[in-house]
């Protein structure tokens, strides 16, 4: 495309003092950024806008640059004179001990201050999508579990310890969470999603981002958007996404987290979208993040992107070219590392290629980030806090970055998460005695454990000399601890995903015989083919991987009672097995506690409690579709393809039962600007305690668009002890059930709607529906509408 000059923009006198208003903390930070970006040199300006990435010393002496294709050879001495606006991963590049990484940050910072005009720190950043992706951290559940447990409280909760654990070690902004929702379940990164919800992810991933902001990180919302919209299920592939899918399912997690989360970062995506990569659209980035939805935070690029505008979209000529299309856009940080924002843009400015006001803009956006994070302040902290009293050459294990809190949260929020699926004639819990066989490539695999972001298994393999850093029970260990009365024996059969059946015979043998077999199969996470779940691991189908489909057909055919146990990062079709399984499991890569965890349940210790955040499907074609379909998504005589799931979303069944019991009487008729209080009492009938999970639905029976025969708007946890009742309180605004009509903008259109109070999605597990109609004049809403539905659940009422 046609490059068109800009007038040659202004020059910063290089020889102005350093010292001014803008290091006083009693002025505002507007007046003291405003000052600061008036002092820089366009060099300067520029560092201020890219990351290095770099990998703590494994002594404490420093940090080194990280090597990429994508870049070229960096000296962190010369690159540095200029300042520094991000360092990248200097934890989570490499198995570093976390008190010597502590130290090698400061390290770094100190030689970026001295080395540097201004002395101004970079802002140190790291994953920490299940937990802080280092060496010896607290591996807890994927988000895809977050989902399953169905409780807020308890994820803000792992996300502040996640955060505080951060921040102890001196990084300032953690790239998570996901808010992507789920529109084909091939896609490889399911795992790293909340579900296929866009309700469920958006209150699922503001409450972690609530919690992590709260320990003072700079939380960064990703990837902002149709990411998971990509055509095929392919990892960077083409987003066709509609407007209204756009606006009704892709974008609301994202509104809900900026206007209610307080997130102060946005990590763009890869996609583009209808033709425009999301790095080179305004609309997006500007647009609506920034002129519509009001946010004052960052725009982080997405590893490598800025390059990916000419090397891959080819929507730019050259280095400095991607630099004018992504900072155009909005684009104001280039991570993980510079290419195009450091003498590209500069060279590009110089030449009129480039407007420096578009530098200015993100050099303004990233000093104030700064400025808040207390980075400009003269008496700012020098020393991160786990450091304080510490002699840094005796920094070496001095740092516990999974401690007995840690542990237990992450086995409360494992054991909330499991899904019992299926429960043929009360097979589980297990009695605990005779012979249980315990067969499968993922019984005896701290791995199968964790997610592809999780350290372990993001870095961890590629360094098999390093200690795996952080203690993870297997399926196998913690069945033997759960049942020492029992005879445990163990074969694995297959591999996840190869082709040796040579174990499978063995495997069958032994369940043939034993009292019960329990068959811990599923996934591999890893990264671009490497795994069979994760960040380019897409798979064609979702058959189980490898020989573990072949597997279980000959363990089933043993005779003896098979329960089968998923840990997987998305959902496999189980048609052909569940009516002749004897149990069924379902995990989402639990974390380190997920082993006990999962043992509980198949003990009865744990009564489960989780709901699935995604279906699961009947046939291996999968039919990728989620359940928010009109009515020609779902079966009809039209075609021969019944696309309905084996287990809807939000199913999940408990050990105990639960009676539901309808509220007081609502009036018929409600204002489409009004409001009214639903309510449904819950009674534990079983003889154990459990908890239900009480979910919400919309249907609107007529429209002006085609509208999802359910669409979830609310949802309550009730903890209930045996015999215990609880009344559920649902406050319903009609701004919940609103939608993009026709006109292009979102809605709330009166007429009939019926809300169902249901277990699942599934319209056979709806246990109460409340018809209302909406009256009144249609009105228009935007993102100042009402987006949750506050929920109240009252003490209990006296037991039976």
Request: charged share 20%.
């Amino acid at each position: 495309m046609a490059i068109h000059p800009v007038p040659q923009a202004r020059q910063a006198d290089p020889t102005s003092a350093v010292d001014g208003p803008w290091r006083d903390p009693s002025l505002s930070p507007e007046e003291r950024v405003a000052d600061l970006a008036a002092r820089m040199t366009l060099e300067e300006k520029s560092a201020q806008l890219y990351g290095i990435w770099v990998g703590a010393d494994a002594e404490g002496d420093g940090v080194a640059p990280h090597q990429n294709d994508m870049v070229d050879p960096i000296d962190f001495e010369d690159i540095t004179t200029r300042g520094l606006g991000q360092l990248t991963r200097s934890f989570g590049t490499a198995p570093v001990d976390a008190g010597v990484g502590a130290v090698s940050l400061a390290r770094a910072q100190a030689r970026i201050v001295e080395g540097s005009r201004f002395g101004i720190p970079a802002i140190a950043h790291e994953e920490c999508l299940a937990g802080f992706t280092t060496l010896g951290a607290t591996a807890y559940p994927v988000p895809l579990a977050w989902g399953a447990a169905w409780d807020t409280e308890l994820v803000a909760e792992m996300a502040h310890r996640i955060g505080s654990d951060m921040r102890s070690v001196g990084v300032h902004q953690g790239l998570a969470p996901v808010l992507d929702v789920v529109r084909d379940l091939r896609w490889g990164r399911v795992e790293e999603t909340v579900g296929e919800d866009p309700y469920l992810v958006a209150t699922v991933a503001t409450a972690y981002v609530k919690g992590l902001e709260s320990a003072g990180i700079v939380t960064t919302l990703k990837h902002f958007a149709g990411y998971s919209a990509s055509a095929g299920a392919r990892n960077l592939a083409p987003v066709r996404a509609g407007s209204r899918e756009m606006a009704d399912v892709i974008l609301p997690p994202f509104e809900m987290a900026v206007r209610d989360g307080g997130a102060r970062s946005v990590m763009h995506s890869y996609a583009e979208i209808d033709g425009v990569p999301v790095a080179a659209d305004p609309s997006l980035l500007t647009g609506l993040l920034r002129d519509t939805w009001g946010f004052r935070g960052t725009v982080v690029a997405d590893y490598f992107a800025i390059g990916f505008l000419e090397t891959l979209h080819k929507v730019a000529a050259d280095r400095g070219d991607a630099a004018r299309v992504a900072l155009t856009a909005g684009v104001d940080v280039e991570l993980p590392t510079v290419r195009s924002y450091g003498e590209a843009l500069v060279a590009a400015v110089r030449d009129g290629l480039v407007a420096e006001e578009l530098v200015d803009r993100a050099v303004h956006r990233v000093l104030l980030q700064k400025c808040e994070l207390g980075l400009l302040d003269p008496d700012r902290q020098v020393l991160p806090p786990v450091l304080d009293g510490v002699d840094p050459e005796r920094a070496r294990g001095t740092v516990d970055l999974d401690p007995p809190r840690n542990r237990a949260l992450a086995r409360q929020l494992a054991e909330r998460s499991c899904v019992l699926l299926a429960n043929s004639g009360g097979a589980l819990p297990l009695s605990g005695t005779g012979r249980i066989a315990v067969v499968g490539p993922r019984a005896d695999d701290p791995l199968a454990m964790l997610g592809c972001y999780s350290f372990p298994s993001h870095v961890g393999v590629q360094h098999p000399e390093a200690p795996m850093g952080i203690e993870i029970p297997t399926v196998l260990e913690s069945l033997r601890e759960e049942f020492p009365g029992a005879g445990i024996d163990y074969a694995q059969g297959c591999d996840v995903d190869g082709t040796d059946a040579d174990g499978i015979e063995a495997a069958v043998a032994l369940a043939a015989g034993a009292d019960v077999c329990v068959a811990v199969l599923g996934d591999r996470a890893g990264l671009f083919g490497r795994g069979t779940s994760g960040e380019g691991c897409d798979v064609t189908d979702l058959a189980l991987p490898g020989l573990q489909g072949r597997f279980l057909d000959a363990l089933l055919a043993t005779g003896t009672p098979v329960v089968l146990v998923l840990l997987t990062g998305r959902t496999y079709a189980l048609g052909g097995y569940a009516d002749r399984l004897a149990g069924c499991v379902q995990a989402f890569f639990p974390g380190e506690e997920g082993g006990p965890a999962l043992a509980g349940v198949l003990s009865g210790r744990v009564n489960p409690s989780g709901r699935l955040p995604v279906g699961v499907p009947r046939g291996t074609g999968g039919q990728p579709w989620t359940y928010l379909q009109p009515p020609l998504g779902l079966a009809s005589g039209v075609s021969n393809l019944d696309p309905s799931p084996l287990y809807p979303f939000g199913h999940g069944l408990s050990y105990t039962s639960f009676a539901w019991e309808p509220g007081p009487d609502v009036p018929a008729e409600l204002p489409t600007d009004g409001e009214t209080e639903l309510a449904i009492t819950v009674r534990n009938t079983g003889d154990r305690d459990g908890a239900e999970v009480v979910q919400l639905y919309v249907h609107d029976p007529v429209a002006q668009t085609t509208r999802p025969e359910a669409r979830l708007i609310g949802y309550a946890r009730v903890p209930l002890a045996a015999g215990e009742s609880r009344r559920v309180g649902f406050r319903f605004h009609p701004d919940l059930v609103s939608f993009t009509g026709t006109a292009g903008h979102r809605i709330v259109e009166p007429g009939d709607l019926e809300l169902r109070f249901a277990a699942s999605s599934d319209r056979a597990d709806v246990r109460h529906t409340v018809r209302l109609r909406l009256t009144g004049p249609e009105r228009t809403v935007d993102h100042r509408r009402r987006m949750v539905c506050e929920t109240s659940v009252d003490a209990p009422l006296a037991q039976k």
